[in-house]
């Protein structure tokens, strides 16, 4: 091999720094757990079967709900709530119950949901307040929603 004095022979290539395979594999690693947690937190839901519910809770906020329910409608009689905000403030009502003895997060669920839930019933009475809520309907409707929520309270065991 020829050495010249000016530096310009033949020299083999230089190998990375470890800092950069190490940043690589990190960066790998971090973008593998992205994924991860990308499909763990869009996981479907699993299917909820037969609900158990506690029964020494049920009489106690059953009295409670009812009572909930005249006071609302109460204030709907008495000028302080439009047909349009009892109607909304029952369906709250209604989930409220449900969610306190089952412990399902029913607040902000659609029929669909409150249906393939295992609570059927509940979106049979919330699918009563729909008109009322989100339509025009005239405020003697009230009673008959005042109903069905009372009765889905009654009723439960």
Same mark, same amino acid.
Not at 40 to 52: D, E, L, N, S, V
Not at 95 to 101: D, K, M
């Given at each position: 091999?020829?050495?010249?004095?000016?530096?310009?022979?033949?020299?083999?290539?230089?190998?990375?720094?470890?800092?950069?395979?190490?940043?690589?594999?990190?960066?790998?690693?971090?973008?593998?757990?992205?994924?991860?947690?990308?499909?763990?937190? !869009?996981? +479907?839901?699993?299917? $909820?079967?037969?609900? &158990? @519910?506690?029964?020494?809770? #049920?009489?106690?906020?059953?009295?409670?709900?009812?009572?909930?329910?005249?006071?609302?409608?109460?204030?709907?009689?008495?000028?302080?709530?439009?047909?349009?905000?009892?109607?909304?403030?029952?369906?709250?009502?209604?989930?409220?119950?449900?969610?306190?003895?089952?412990?399902?997060?029913?607040?902000?669920? !659609?029929? +669909?949901?409150?249906? $393939?839930?295992?609570? &059927? @019933?509940?979106?049979?009475? #919330?699918?009563?307040?729909?008109?009322?809520?989100?339509?025009?309907?005239?405020?003697?409707?009230?009673?008959?929603?005042?109903?069905?929520?009372?009765?889905?309270?009654?009723?439960?065991?």
């Amino acid at each position: 091999m020829h050495n010249d004095s000016h530096g310009e022979g033949f020299f083999p290539p230089l190998d990375y720094a470890a800092f950069w395979w190490v940043l690589g594999v990190l960066l790998l690693l971090l973008i593998g757990v992205w994924y991860f947690s990308a499909c763990y937190a !869009t996981r +479907a839901k699993p299917q $909820t079967g037969a609900i &158990p @519910m506690p029964p020494k809770r #049920v009489p106690a906020l059953r009295a409670e709900y009812l009572a909930r329910i005249d006071q609302l409608v109460f204030r709907h009689h008495a000028g302080e709530l439009s047909a349009r905000d009892a109607h909304q403030k029952l369906s709250l009502l209604v989930r409220g119950f449900v969610q306190e003895l089952t412990g399902v997060r029913t607040e902000r669920m !659609t029929l +669909a949901e409150l249906r $393939t839930a295992g609570l &059927p @019933m509940v979106g049979d009475v #919330v699918e009563v307040f729909y008109p009322a809520e989100f339509g025009v309907q005239d405020a003697e409707s009230l009673g008959h929603s005042a109903d069905a929520a009372r009765q889905l309270v009654g009723t439960w065991s």
